[in-house]
C-alpha cells in the first residue's frame, strides 16, 4: 500500500504530524460566566493582573481578577496595561479595555470580542487588529457591522470589550525564512510546506500526475471518503462568481 494522501493521515488523534500543542496553551478566551441581570444595569469592577502570550494565537492575553472572585483570561485591546482598572457592565463608562453589553453601547463605538449570544464568552473580532463597530440600536437587537463589512443584529444583553484588539500589522511583517513560517503553523497545529495535489504522483493525490490529461472534477461530494475528499467540497459553483454587469 502506497503512502496515504495528506487527507487520511489528519483524522482523529491518527498522526502526531497534525496535532497542536495545545499543551503550551495559556486558558480559552471568555467572559466570565455570569446572568445577564448580574451586569446589565450594574458595574463589577476588576484589575488586569498582567499581559501574558499565548502560542498560536497573534494578541496577548490579560487575566482579569474581578471583585466578587471570578477571573478570566480575555484578549487585550490597544492601550490596556498591567494593573489596569476594569469595569464590567452596563452602568461602566465607556473607556477602552471596558466589558459593556452592546444594548448600553453608544452608536459609533469600537468594540471587540463580542458575544454571539449573551453568555457564550466572545464570539466575534478577536484577531490581531479587528474590530466591530456600533452602528444602531433598535427593537429587534444592536446592529453591529463586523470586521468584514456585514451588519448583524445582536442581543442587547451581549458583552463586548471597548476598543481595538492589539497586535495590528503583524501579518505585514514578511516571514523572511521558511523556519518561521513552519513555526508558526507548528504552533497552530498546520501543516507546512503545502505541496499542491497536481504536483504529486498519482498514487499521492486525486489531482496527481505529470500527464497533460483533462483536469478531473474539482467538486466532490460532502459524503466522500477520506482520500477522495480533496479540493471544492461540496461547493455549489466551481470558482469564484463573476460580477454581472448592469
Known amino acids: 500500500m502506497g503512502k496515504r494522501i495528506r487527507v487520511q493521515r489528519r483524522g482523529r488523534g491518527r498522526s502526531p504530524t497534525f496535532k497542536s500543542s495545545t499543551h503550551k496553551r495559556v486558558a480559552p478566551v471568555q467572559y466570565p460566566l455570569l446572568e445577564p441581570k448580574d451586569y446589565f444595569e450594574t458595574t463589577i469592577k476588576g484589575i488586569v493582573k498582567g499581559l501574558v502570550h499565548d502560542p498560536g494565537r497573534g494578541t496577548p492575553l490579560a487575566l482579569i481578577e474581578f471583585e466578587n472572585g471570578k477571573t478570566c483570561c480575555t484578549v487585550v485591546p490597544e492601550g490596556v496595561h498591567a494593573n489596569q482598572k476594569i469595569q464590567m457592565g452596563g452602568k461602566a463608562s465607556v473607556e477602552v479595555g471596558h466589558i459593556i453589553p452592546v444594548g448600553k453601547i453608544p452608536e459609533g463605538t469600537m468594540v471587540c470580542n463580542l458575544e454571539l449570544h449573551p453568555g457564550d464568552g466572545g464570539k466575534l473580532a478577536r484577531s490581531s487588529g479587528a474590530y466591530a463597530t ?25 458583552r463586548a470589550t471597548i476598543g481595538v484588539i492589539s497586535g495590528a500589522g503583524r501579518t505585514e511583517k514578511p516571514f523572511l525564512k521558511a523556519g518561521a513560517k513552519f513555526h508558526l503553523y507548528r504552533a497552530k497545529g498546520h501543516k507546512y510546506p503545502r505541496t499542491r495535489g497536481r504536483a504529486m504522483i498519482a498514487a499521492l493525490h486525486p489531482y496527481g500526475s505529470s500527464k497533460k490529461s483533462a483536469r478531473k472534477v474539482t467538486t466532490v461530494s460532502r459524503h466522500a471518503p477520506p482520500g477522495k475528499k480533496v479540493g ?15
Open 134 to 158: 456600533v452602528v444602531g440600536h433598535t427593537p429587534q437587537g444592536s446592529m453591529i457591522k463586523l470586521p468584514s463589512g456585514k451588519t448583524r443584529y445582536l442581543n442587547d444583553y451581549c
Open 232 to 246: 471544492l467540497i461540496a461547493a455549489r459553483g466551481a470558482g469564484q462568481k463573476k460580477k454581472k454587469r448592469r
